[in-house]
């Protein structure tokens, strides 16, 4: 357990001094700052605008943080061959492993938290100079929706640290990881749609197998999505939390456990 906070900490603060975190949080800042403005191209719908607009830019710059420094996590240890010294310390392979992810995932969580408290300024700042009638803040369905956007990103982060696992190149594991991502936003509606019966269109049985068995072992990063919500004021089902939470809990659980497996019986070169 020591090694495993000692490697996290060095991960968390590594990743505090990566260029790229200060680059994306002056971009935020500047696209949090042009809020105002922007919400009021819609007049009819400002707070809605304005909520979609924060959550987006929150979400996108997480997704591009998590992408980045997940990639970087094992590669850039593997690159310049300090994983010899590392687990030639007495820390074991799945110490490592499971250090590192614990470290990017404090990262992320302290990113979301920083993003959230400024995109909730710039939406406080709009409902205080916006009348009622143009719409109202739902604060409560605004902090789920980060908490739970959060926890997709740290189940994504997972995904990458699988895929960093058994693969050296950083482009490898983007890719993959892109792939992923991809497939785990849109997989539901998918099935969904194919699910409706689909009128009118001949759906080829072997595809709607593939999708059947792709729902079950891509995440599905849908169900994470409630910026809906909280800019259309909808309610929201405590179940529907629940079980995101539990879902994504598991399914990282899974995510570290096999990348520390397969990790501890890599060859190194």
């Not at 980045?68 to 590669?75: M, N």
């Not at 640290?161 to 990881?177: D, N, P, Q």
Request: charged share 10%.
């Amino acid at each position: 357990m020591r090694n495993l906070r000692a490697i996290a900490l060095i991960t968390f603060l590594e990743g505090l001094r990566s260029r790229v975190f200060f680059g994306l949080f002056l971009l935020a800042l500047t696209l949090f700052s042009a809020t105002y403005v922007l919400s009021y191209l819609f007049p009819r719908d400002v707070i809605k605008v304005a909520v979609d607009l924060g959550l987006g830019i929150v979400s996108l710059v997480g997704l591009v943080l998590t992408l980045f420094l997940g990639t970087q996590l094992l590669a850039k240890d593997l690159e310049r061959r300090t994983i010899h010294t590392v687990v030639a310390k007495a820390v074991s392979r799945s110490e490592y492993v499971v250090g590192k992810f614990a470290g990017l995932s404090f990262i992320i969580a302290c990113a979301m938290v920083i993003l959230g408290a400024f995109a909730g300024l710039a939406i406080w700042v709009v409902d205080l100079l916006t009348a009622d009638q143009y719409g109202v803040m739902h604060w409560q369905a605004f902090v789920v929706s980060l908490c739970t956007m959060t926890l997709m990103l740290v189940l994504l982060a997972s995904v990458i640290v699988f895929f960093s696992s058994f693969t050296s190149s950083t482009f490898v594991a983007l890719g993959l990881a892109l792939v992923v991502y991809l497939i785990g936003q849109s997989i539901e509606e998918i099935r969904n749609f194919l699910a409706s019966g689909a009128e009118g269109i001949a759906i080829n049985p072997v595809f709607e197998k593939i999708v059947a068995v792709a729902y079950y072992v891509f995440p599905n990063l849908a169900a994470f999505d409630f910026k809906m919500h909280a800019a259309h004021g909808l309610p929201l089902a405590a179940s529907a939390v629940v079980w995101a939470i539990a879902y994504g809990g598991v399914y990282t659980a899974v995510m570290v456990v096999a990348a520390a497996w397969i990790f501890g019986r890599r060859e190194f070169p």
